[in-house]
């Protein structure tokens, strides 16, 4: 069967005032996981607002489960969940009132089942803003798990996480169903039964594939510093 497509740009190029951040990518994302790798600037964040509909690309044309974003936000939206790289829960909201609105939202049940598979029931009557950002994440994780999306959008969602925290979020995303489609971008380069990596860097497009070992062991490289080796960087 072939792979299903979740997105797709053609001739895609954002300009900022002072820096080109999206140089001319056409890409399609295919398959039900889909990692976005670059390093620091690449162009990964840019990607994902232009996929969700909230950055109007300067040139070139975008389809997102066969929707173009910008004329059918709506539609999509139904459809599709963005989550940022910070979370956008109000501080001064329990755990617990953040449970209540999502079950209201999505039912009680599946709710119910992403705040166990997230460790958070022992948390749920503290305020979002008393909690550590892993936990925040964790929250914020709440939604994309229970919300039966055709398709998830996913900024970073390990950044600035401990392991345990990593791990968490990690498995969550592992046990998704695989009709989930799943688009993360990361600087780590974690295989979640990866269908489709793509690596951008400087704005362009340098790798679209399946998971390659060598491609991704370069976003590894911090694991193995030595400081008497000289740093190289991913794009070289
Ligand atoms: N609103 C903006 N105004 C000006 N330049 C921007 C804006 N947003 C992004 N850029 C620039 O576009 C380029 C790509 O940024 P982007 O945030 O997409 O990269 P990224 O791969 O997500 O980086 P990071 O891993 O650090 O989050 C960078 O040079 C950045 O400075």
Excluded at 74 to 93: A, T, W
Excluded at 131 to 150: D, Q, Y
Excluded at 164 to 188: C, E, Q, W
């Amino acid at each position: 069967m072939p792979a299903r497509e979740l997105a797709s740009v053609k001739d895609l190029t954002v300009k900022f005032r002072y820096n080109i951040a999206l140089d001319g990518i056409t890409l399609d994302l295919k398959g039900n996981r889909v990692l976005l790798l670059g390093s620091n600037g690449s162009g990964k964040t840019t990607l994902m607002r232009v996929l969700s509909g909230i950055l109007r690309p300067t040139e070139g044309s975008v389809k997102v489960l066969g929707l173009d974003p910008f004329k059918n936000p709506s539609k999509l939206y139904s459809r599709m969940l963005y989550v940022r790289d910070v979370e956008d829960i109000p501080y001064m909201m329990r755990v617990s009132s953040v449970i209540d609105y999502l079950s209201d939202l999505y039912g009680p049940e599946p709710v119910k089942n992403a705040v166990e598979t997230l460790g958070l029931e022992e948390h749920a009557f503290k305020r979002v803003g008393e909690l550590s950002k892993g936990l925040r994440r964790r929250v914020a994780m709440i939604e994309p798990l229970a919300s039966n999306r055709k398709l998830i959008l996913m900024d970073e969602p390990f950044s600035g996480l401990d392991a345990t925290s990593r791990i968490i979020i990690a498995k969550a995303l592992n046990d998704l169903p695989k009709k989930t489609g799943l688009v993360i971008a990361s600087h780590i380069p974690l295989n979640l039964g990866i269908d489709q990596m793509v690596v951008l860097e400087g704005g362009k497009l340098t790798y679209s594939g399946p998971y390659k070992e060598e491609v991704a062991g370069k976003y590894l490289a911090w694991m193995e510093f030595d400081s008497k080796k000289p740093i190289n960087h991913p794009a070289d």
